[in-house]
């Protein structure tokens, strides 16, 4: 059993305002996924969304310790995760509204997308087993895959299986779990017995709890453990303790307003706000206007073509 723990909170330095890099992509993610919202309640988006509100930092924190070569596989709250890997909000909002330009011509929408190693699905479960393949692919190259679940995906056998089999095989495995407490309507406590730690013990599976908010503290913790990964083959379960801010989806809501309290002040944007005034104000309303653009832009277009190969 080789479970490692998350940085005592004691041993914590006093948060430093986030590199401006980082912060123009949190607020990007927050005011991309915030227009989502507007635009389906004005009936410009048809089918479904769910929005990473709240949760935006954990593909932030993730990106430097990414390389092109790696292949990231995502869920049906993907959106921040696809922009965290590339800076093409255009093609991802043409995608969801399916205008010209679209990242998949239009067919995968809000949920499935498949665009220079990267996969998102919004089957649960699903993507573990082909990420464990493709990381047995990328065996010893240098390269790792990394997918993105969250803590109701545990209810699928396929994790398991998948577990087991990066274990036995030795693959360059870094598995993400966004863990806010939630599946969809069912808090976690319903419906997990144990937790995740113990489930990766079970497989003999590096695990790694990570409690900060804070990107940087964040890349600190999981960087060695990354190389890890990459250097000697092993898999890893990085299991975020998170807090979803909005819906499951839309307007499907069922905790209460504790609950939902209780998630808003676990929120960054408004302690960035308050701890950081002056970068925070002028970068946040930089990239809401940049998104107001991008949704204009983009709504103008004509309908996206798919073409059969």
Request: charged share 20%; aromatic share 6%; net charge negative.
């Amino acid at each position: 059993m080789i479970v490692t723990a998350p940085m005592p909170s004691g041993q914590r330095n006093a948060p430093s305002p986030p590199a401006d890099e980082d912060l123009e992509l949190l607020l990007l993610i927050r005011h991309f996924e915030l227009a989502l919202l507007r635009l389906f309640e004005a009936g410009e988006l048809s089918g479904t969304t769910h929005t990473c509100l709240g949760q935006e930092y954990v593909p932030v924190a993730l990106k430097p310790l990414l390389q092109e070569d790696d292949h990231v596989f995502s869920n049906h709250r993907g959106h921040g995760h696809f922009l965290a890997r590339h800076a093409e909000p255009y093609g991802l909002l043409a995608e969801i509204m399916g205008r010209e330009g679209a990242l998949c011509a239009g067919v995968g929408g809000s949920q499935h997308i498949y665009h220079h190693r990267f996969l998102s699905t919004g089957v649960q479960g699903e993507s573990l087993p082909v990420a464990v393949g493709v990381a047995l692919k990328l065996k010893g190259t240098g390269a790792l895959a990394c997918v993105y679940i969250g803590d109701g995906t545990w209810g699928e056998g396929s994790v398991y299986e998948a577990l087991n089999m990066a274990q036995l095989w030795r693959v360059p495995l870094l598995v993400v779990v966004e863990h806010n407490g939630i599946a969809q309507s069912t808090p976690t406590a319903a419906q997990m017995s144990g937790g995740i730690a113990a489930r990766a013990a079970a497989f003999d599976v590096l695990h790694h709890r990570i409690t900060s908010t804070e990107v940087d503290e964040i890349r600190a913790e999981l960087a060695p453990l990354v190389g890890v990964v990459r250097g000697d083959s092993r898999p890893l379960v990085a299991e975020f303790v998170t807090h979803r801010l909005g819906p499951h989806s839309k307007g499907d809501d069922t905790r209460t307003a504790e609950e939902i309290a209780l998630a808003d002040g676990h929120d960054w944007y408004a302690r960035y706000a308050r701890m950081f005034p002056d970068p925070f104000a002028r970068i946040d309303r930089e990239r809401r206007e940049l998104v107001e653009r991008i949704a204009a832009e983009v709504a103008a277009r004509p309908p996206s073509v798919w073409e059969r190969p």
